[in-house]
């Protein structure tokens, strides 16, 4: 935390100008966005025709069979089986893609429109993001990352590009957690893991992020919450990622963030949302 009043101040100033160069780049994500989604509705349908067509060609096949001898449908066989896995495939993947543009337009837009939300997909898609996020920088990273998401939570209203938002800096700093602790050269053999769950309990539904990392001192807990607050390397870290959290959570959904560490062992942070604003 900086003290020296003129190192806040250029401090600050950076953080100002580092916000309208993300507004900036927010407009510039929006137009590729639009840009992507109409080849990415193209490669779904057609994923989806190309589908079709295979079963059509399947049941041509079918009244052919007598024509052929048995090794050659068993080949014609396996190569339709690859074919609909492939097709199959590309579709899911395709639907993937199509979602986090959606989340891009949705971050570029900046409203605060509260939306009937599936969270179980929006925080399995923006942990994952954040996985590969923390892969594309450090190739060395790997993480185990156990999902535990209940069959009773309902459809949500909430502001999905803050909500998702807040799942990144949860994961973001569990992924760091980990990684730190992975780096101590007298740690015994250890297996970085993040577990997310998620379920209901009464009014509220809750989502915990924890991971098995360096967990944090008394000193640090203290000021957890506190702007421009940070441990990590200059230029790793802009001390805004737990702020901007609690007050997504705690100021713009009326729920509570609840957080539980200990050096060395652990670290758990817990979201609880009302279930009805």
């Not at 989604?37 to 779904?44: A, C, D, E, S, Y």
């Not at 996020?133 to 502001?159: C, G, H, M, W």
């Not at 998702?164 to 007298?186: D, E, G, Q, T």
């Amino acid at each position: 935390m900086k003290t020296d009043p003129k190192e806040r101040i250029e401090y600050l100033e950076k953080q100002l100008s580092r916000q309208d160069k993300l507004a900036s780049l927010g407009m510039l994500s929006a137009g590729i966005a639009h840009e992507i989604q109409n080849p990415l509705n193209f490669v779904i349908n057609f994923s989806k025709l190309s589908a079709k067509l295979l079963k059509d060609m399947e049941e041509l096949l079918s009244e052919t069979d007598s024509l052929l001898s048995e090794e050659t449908r068993e080949e014609f066989r396996e190569l339709m089986n690859d074919l609909e896995g492939n097709m199959l495939k590309i579709e899911e993947n395709g639907n993937r893609a199509s979602s986090i543009v959606r989340g891009i337009l949705l971050y570029s837009r900046g409203k605060d429109d509260f939306l009937e939300t599936d969270l179980q997909h929006l925080i399995h898609e923006y942990v994952w993001l954040s996985y590969h996020a923390v892969r594309a920088n450090n190739k060395s990273f790997n993480v185990t990352i156990q999902e535990n998401y209940a069959e009773d939570v309902p459809v949500l209203k909430v502001i999905p590009q803050d909500l998702s938002r807040a799942v990144i800096n949860l994961v973001n700093n569990a992924c760091y957690a980990v990684f730190s602790r992975s780096k101590m050269a007298a740690e015994a053999p250890y297996t970085p893991v993040i577990k997310i769950n998620l379920w209901r309990e009464g009014d509220w539904v809750k989502l915990s992020v924890e991971d098995n990392g360096v967990g944090m001192p008394e000193a640090v807990v203290e000021q957890l919450y506190t702007p421009f607050f940070t441990t990590k390397p200059v230029g790793e870290g802009t001390g805004l990622g737990l702020s901007l959290t609690k007050s997504i959570v705690e100021g713009k959904h009326k729920g509570k963030i609840e957080m539980e560490t200990r050096e060395n062992a652990y670290t758990r942070f817990v979201i609880s949302l009302p279930v009805t604003l």
